[in-house]
């Protein structure tokens, strides 16, 4: 650093130690109630749990990333987030030479097909809603993932793009997290209808 | 890390990516505001889905009148449309970074068949729900009501909510991709990714859709199925 700041260096470290012990602790206490959420709780795989569960995480994470980008501006952690080109980041155009070949592209777009065939004949088989949604679910993340990576080229850019994709994510959750359980409760609290229904209801699951 | 010694000790050199005149994500800045906007789109389109989900799951009985045929098979031939779709938006790329301009715009061309292709199948499948069965937004046909009487009435809603802002989506695709490939000589390689960076976004979103409308709402029994 130039001299024109150098009597401000120790006092820019004391207030980064100070800065980064605070959010540490906020961060840790944050931790320390998910944790304890989940065993107070007794069933942690309940909607409510797992909400106040991830909260807190949430928290914690919000928390832990001054000391994280400070660790990383220090070099401290092995800056994965940048392709080994970080110093050329400056004023370079991205390479127009294009990775992947069609064979990858290829192979890709069947295992899309046959995730979309298993998803299909699984609508047809009598699983029980939560595995049934569970599957679905899983089985069309992975597919979205498949697209995002290879398709739409993340897996081959650079890993700060990437990461500016999480946030989106972490907010779905959240949301899932958040109006799950009053559906639950308003399904629970709804009086029951007047009307019966047929006999020849079967084995439609009534959902 | 070559970059570890020189950004050890040297914030500068982290503050200067966000400076200006650099790319900290190492794409231009056309390529960034479509990923924010695909972002975007996506939380609208996850909210849509909760708000369907969380009607779904908070009611009482929710009708499942999706036939074998014509509803599953169309459906999924229109996912296999996108995803076909989305292999040829890949080669029209991979051809535009060859430079290979008209390669790069008949596989655009084969882009857009494909979309327009899954639009004519959705129309017809909206077609025949209004149409054959009666569907209303807020209001269930009568012969869904004789077999599922205490069916949410949100069905339609939902439905033609979700299913229509991805039309639409799709609609404004095959124009966009249309725009690309007529003025395909004067696009740079760029354009023609972040055309199918969009495209690829509206595949992933029919990813989400197509399990929990189409999939969920199977018919076990379509022979109880009231005329």
Known sequence: MS????????????????????????????????AANASWAGDILTIDSLFVTSVFALLALVFLANPLLWAYERGYIQSFLAAEDELTARKDAEPVHFEGSTKLFGAVLLGLLVLTVVEVALAYVDVGLKLMLTILIGLSVIKAGLIMAY??????????????????LVVCICLLFVFFPDGFRLRNVRPESPATPPAAHGTQPAH | MAATAEVHHNPQLVADEWGGGALPFRVGHKKLGMWLFIVSDALTFSAMLIAYSYARLSSEQWATPFSFYPSIIFSTTMTLCLLASSFTMVMAVAASARRDRKRARRWIGATMFGGLLFLGLHLYEWMHLINDYGLKPFELPAAWLARWPNASPLFGASFFAITGLHMFHVLTGVLYLGAVAMTIKRRTHEDVEISGLYWHFVDLVWMFVFPLIYLMSVDFHPEQMPH
């Open chain 1, 3 to 34: 001299t024109r700041f150098g009597g401000l260096k120790r006092l820019t470290q004391k207030q980064d130690v100070i800065l980064n012990a605070i959010c540490l602790l906020f961060a840790v206490v944050f931790l320390v109630l998910a």
């Open chain 1, 151 to 168: 398709f739409m080229h993340l897996k081959f850019e650079r890993q700060s793009l990437v990461m500016a994709l999480i946030p989106a």
